[in-house]
């Protein structure tokens, strides 16, 4: 098993950058937490406003704490507004039901954490995210 080091989630970062930088993307805040949802790194680009750490946080908590990205977070919310509200409350308002929060896996499938980005369309922080896993060489 595959664990997530500070060195695969810097990489996982500057990854997610380089995409934005294709892309042509505003400044983003990028975070990687390990399977535990305790941050390993976090890198918020000159100009990215101060709510950005606390959505992408909340976009990659969110994802671990369900077990699937928070694209997927938000679709549900959007059919079980209720079940939302409660979950809400329970996680004490800490994740975020946009798409921009993807979990990481290893070889075998297992979650080893999970990136959150925030700063662009949550599409275009997923896409970010995605090919930031995808050049550490790691799996979304």
Same mark, same amino acid.
């Given at each position: 098993?595959?664990?997530?080091?500070?060195?695969?989630?810097?990489?996982?970062? @500057?990854? =997610? *950058?380089? $995409?934005?930088?294709?892309? !042509?993307?505003?400044?983003?805040?990028?975070?990687?937490?390990? /399977?535990? +949802?305790? @941050?390993? =790194? *976090?890198? $918020?680009?000159?100009?990215? !406003?101060?709510?950005?750490?606390?959505?992408?946080?909340?976009? /990659?908590? +969110?994802?671990?704490?369900?077990?699937?990205?928070?694209?997927?977070? !938000?679709?549900?919310?959007?059919?079980?507004?209720?079940?939302?509200?409660?979950?809400?409350?329970?996680?004490?308002?800490?994740?975020?039901?946009?798409?921009?929060?993807?979990?990481?896996?290893?070889?075998?499938?297992?979650?080893?954490?999970?990136?959150?980005?925030?700063?662009?369309?949550?599409?275009?922080?997923?896409?970010?995210?995605?090919?930031?896993?995808?050049?550490?060489?790691?799996?979304?």
């Amino acid at each position: 098993m595959t664990r997530l080091t500070l060195e695969f989630a810097l990489r996982v970062i @500057d990854g =997610a *950058l380089d $995409r934005a930088a294709e892309l !042509g993307c505003p400044p983003l805040t990028v975070v990687v937490l390990d /399977a535990g +949802g305790h @941050d390993i =790194a *976090l890198k $918020r680009q000159d100009g990215s !406003g101060i709510l950005r750490v606390d959505i992408a946080r909340g976009k /990659a908590w +969110g994802a671990l704490g369900m077990g699937f990205p928070s694209r997927e977070l !938000g679709e549900r919310a959007q059919k079980s507004p209720a079940f939302f509200g409660a979950l809400t409350a329970v996680s004490q308002g800490r994740l975020v039901p946009a798409a921009g929060g993807v979990l990481i896996y290893d070889e075998g499938r297992n979650i080893i954490g999970a990136v959150g980005i925030s700063g662009d369309t949550s599409d275009r922080d997923e896409d970010c995210a995605l090919i930031g896993i995808k050049t550490a060489g790691l799996q979304p």
